[in-house]
């Protein structure tokens, strides 16, 4: 059986951070701001395994990196709802428009 | 396992002892004591500053992960200074009534990020330094949003939060592909593969956009204003001193030791990142009305001139970054100091309130105008020497034009900080602040503040002991 070549997966992941990075500026609502940016997080880990899956096999240093990052990712997801959630409360919105009191 | 190498992290224990002893205090310690919580927490991080003041010999533990070296004791002694301050600071906030019951909270979440700080600069690993970065970044967020029934701190949380998520994906994205293209994670091993590729030079630029974005350099830097506007006074200098510094300290050593072969390549994004920070913050804090944005502009630009430490690469210009970061704390910090006791006291941040403050606080004047002399950089005092360095080391490796650029911004800052200086000494003022006392904790701070301000330039065994541990490329 023929394996799916690296480049395959590069490609998603390359799509994936930009699709992110188009969210994270244009989206309207802040959760889904949020969402882009956990895109952006994800094709990185892809990133680190497929390095580690195909180029460097006998190491495991990517692997580990890319747990670290969904740990990390987590940690700062529960942290930003957190905040958003104080939003909600104040505001009884999340639309980034309404973000606006401090300008100049 | 080889549990000896613990003792190597000498700082990182000390500082967790104090944070676990300080969270059990806050959780058990009964009625009556919770009220010298403040004292305790000061004098505890005292003794962790004092005890960790020596360096040792330089070491690295666990295979490389962890790398001590000296100068790391100076700047987190420096650093260790710089918390103390804000800590006295944000005592006569944390006393008042909507605080109180979570100043705990504010002492465990500051020490927190002061920690992901320290393993940040220690790190010899993309994996740890990434760690660190989070450590440091995360629990900031959530001192941003402190003031919890106040609007403008959540938003300025959202936005901290956000910001600093995207910018740590993107550096994250150019960490893989070095990773992919060297096939470690090591410092050693990662400046050793780099070559120079197209595909390197893209996972850099990735990189160094991810720190520009922490460290506010323009045209990342626009999260930095409403961010130190909405944030609560004191979690404002904390941000724009420690960690703003260690930061640049870490990007320092990571370009010189693992970018050193593409030293041209990003000396020249350098240059471009300089003269824009410099002169686009410059212009635009003069337009600013409220102190604390007034501040934020400012800091983008002192960290413009930070960069020009950085952008030398040498062992002068780390000693000139160092000496930089130290004086700037001191400077940046009474000026905070100043305005975080105003608001606390009154509530009022803009810059047409201080008209005629000489008139009821001849005090403060004073100290805010010492701070504001020393950050624009007018002789006597120690931002006068801090500036002349950090140009000396960048007109060493001949960056004379950037050198020239960079003073005729000086000019133009000085504009802006005096008009503060005119507000509260010249500009008449029907009402202006009425007089109070502050508290004994603030005025420890601004003497503090001053001293460093007045002997920091003149004792110049302070810039010969840093640069005994400096190190170049």
Redesign the interface.
Known sequence: MEEIRMEYYLIISTLMLFIGIYGFITRRNLLAVLISVELMLNSVDINFVVFNRYLFPDHLEGLFFSLFAIGVSAAETAVAIAIIINIYRNIRSIQTRELNTMKH | MDYSNFLYMREELSLVAVMVILLLYDLFAPERSQRRFQLVACILFGVHTVLNLFPHEEATAFGGMYVYRPMLTVLKSILNVGVLIVFLQAHAWLESEKAVIRRGEFYFLTLSTLLGMYFMMSAGD??LF??GL?TAS?PM??LV?FD?????S??????Y??S???AS??S??G???L??TT???YFDEVAAGITGSPLQIMAFVFFIVGMCFKISLVPFHLWT??VY??APTNVTSYLSVISKGSAVFVLMVILMKVFGNILTEWRGMLYGVIVLTITVANVFAI???NLK?FLAFSSISQAGYLMLGVISANALGMTSLVYYVLVYMVSNLGAFGVISVIEQKTGKVTMDDYNGLYKTHPYLSLVMTLSLFSLAGIPPFAGFFSKFFIFAAAASEGYYILVLIALLNTIISLYYYLLVVKAMFINPSESPIAPFRSDNYTRVSLVACCAGIVLLGILSVVYQQISLFSFGM
């Open positions: 993309f994996l990434f760690i989070e995360i967020a959530a949003a919890k029934y106040k609007h403008k959540a938003e300025a949380g959202a936005k939060i956000l600093a998520v995207f994906a993107l994250l994205y960490i893989s592909l990773y992919g096939g470690s994670l204003a409403d506007e909405g337009r600013q009305k944005r």
